[in-house]
């Protein structure tokens, strides 16, 4: 029998406070799905009431990406210092106060600034969750419980975006903001009622009341309690940032955070112009709300798909299959279809392989690297293809106002699908110890 914390939680059943922990990390990374489009939900009535053309807006749907890249880097690393429960209610409240500037911003630098912080706290939000959620689930339920986690991103698009829908139907675009903040600071009671903080964690910084933590943790879980804790494995000598730069850890961290950017990429080309795009093919600012909404319910049934088929097919196999449509998709998307049906079944069609395999990704990072830098690993790769992705509203802005048509356009972005696949083909499966 083990003392060892972390083998008791890998090797007993999930209790139903480990699920609630995974249920909370789902609704904080649906805070980040509402929040990162929220831009998109308000940019019809923005491009109204402020007269901006594509090339501006494009740059303003890139904001809150370019915050997201310093804020996972710099806070997934905080996260590895910390610890995953106060980095969480930092970002919720920094998060909170972004979104109701944003909502009081009157020119394009003011709300780009708002949005910028906004970002920051999103950045790592899904840093120190990916890390929160792996650390909390046994190890055969592991990869379900990050897809699920990853999951709340389409979902909190869909149920948010809905919500803006009726809200823009009755009030101007501040609302989408204003709503979004509301619902961010929700969430601060429920992370301190029942999210504790990871047991990996607290093994790895270690303090004088550390076997009391961990035992009163376990004790939540429903599991038996240690009478000591195994040695501390490693040294604090060197920092979890250069750590991912070592030789056993190089060439894992280029892989996937070049496969993370390549993806995401292509992701953010199709969530952050869908509603312009329907606008601009006829249809009325609501009915464009409602593509997104649709492509998000289509991210939502890949991502549980996905969750569904980890039992039975690796992961890192799952997760090429759902780039290499993803690429396919997106270009078909591009061919623009004849009526507003045609248009939400292709973007929900696609929503679905694209968020498939931004949601694989979630889960090959967490299998990929060691519990002492793991948030620091997952920041880093979100960090880089946050600001790598940031690029892509405002590249396909430019391709836009230089004459080139959506085709062009779609399938040139779709290249990003193409470019992931390529990068986990050179991967390979890979697993590192907790």
């Known amino acids: 029998m083990t003392d060892d914390p972390r083998a008791i939680i890998d090797s007993e059943a999930m209790s139903r406070f480990q699920w609630a922990v995974v249920a909370i990390m789902v609704g904080l990374n649906a805070l980040d799905g509402f929040d990162v489009l929220s831009i998109s939900f308000a940019s019809p009535g923005i491009v109204r009431d402020w007269g ?7 740059l303003v749907l890139s904001m809150e990406l370019i915050g997201m890249a310093v804020g996972s880097i710099i806070l997934g690393g905080v996260a590895d210092r910390i610890g995953r429960r106060y980095t969480i209610l930092g970002c919720l409240l920094v998060m909170a106060f972004g979104m109701a500037g944003a909502s009081t911003a009157h020119g394009l630098t003011t709300l780009s600034l708002w ?22 689930a046994n190890a055969a339920q592991r990869n ?20 803006a829908s009726l809200l823009l139907s009755q009030h101007d675009w501040p609302i989408v903001f204003q709503f979004g903040a509301v619902a961010t600071l929700c969430f601060v009671p429920i992370v301190l009622w029942r999210a504790p903080e990871s047991i990996a964690f607290a093994m790895q910084r270690r303090g004088p009341d550390t076997l009391a933590a961990v035992n ?35 060439r894992v ?8 950017t390549a993806q995401l990429m292509t992701f953010y080309f199709l969530l952050k112009w869908i509603p312009k795009i329907v606008v601009d093919m006829g249809f009325q600012a609501s009915s464009a709300g409602g593509v997104l909404v649709f492509a998000n319910c289509g991210g939502l049934v890949g991502s549980l798909v996905l969750g569904l088929l980890t039992a039975r097919i690796r992961v890192h196999t799952l997760t090429m299959v759902m780039m290499a449509f993803s690429s396919v998709l997106v270009a078909l998307f591009g061919r623009g279809q004849g009526s507003y049906a045609e248009l939400a079944a292709i973007a929900a069609i696609t929503g679905f392989f694209t968020n498939g395999g931004i949601v694989g990704l979630y889960a090959v990072l967490a299998r990929a ?53 390529i990068a986990l083909l050179a991967l390979g499966n890979r697993a590192a110890p907790s």
């Not at 379900?144 to 709340?152: D, R, W």
């Not at 961290?253 to 993370?260: E, F, G, K, R």
């Open 52 to 58: 901006i053309d594509r090339g501006a807006l494009g």
């Open 115 to 136: 949005r910028v912080l906004t970002g920051l706290g999103i950045g790592g939000m899904l840093a120190t969750t990916n890390a929160a959620v792996s650390e909390a």
């Open 144 to 163: 379900l419980a990050v897809v699920l986690m990853a999951a709340g991103y389409p979902l909190g698009a869909i149920v948010g975006g809905s919500i």
């Open 216 to 250: 009163h943790t376990l004790t939540r879980m429903g599991h038996r309690t240690v009478v000591t804790l195994p040695p501390l494995e490693g040294t604090r000598e060197r920092l979890p940032l250069a750590a991912l730069f070592s030789p056993a850890l190089l």
């Open 253 to 260: 961290t280029l892989l996937i955070t070049l496969a993370y």
């Open 369 to 421: 690297f060691p519990t002492g830098v793991r948030a620091t690993a997952t920041g880093f790769a979100i960090g880089v293809g946050r600001g790598g992705s940031a690029l892509a509203p405002a590249v396909a802005g430019a391709l836009f106002s230089a004459g080139y048509g959506l085709q062009t356009v779609a399938i040139l972005m779709a290249s990003g699908s193409v470019i992931a696949l």
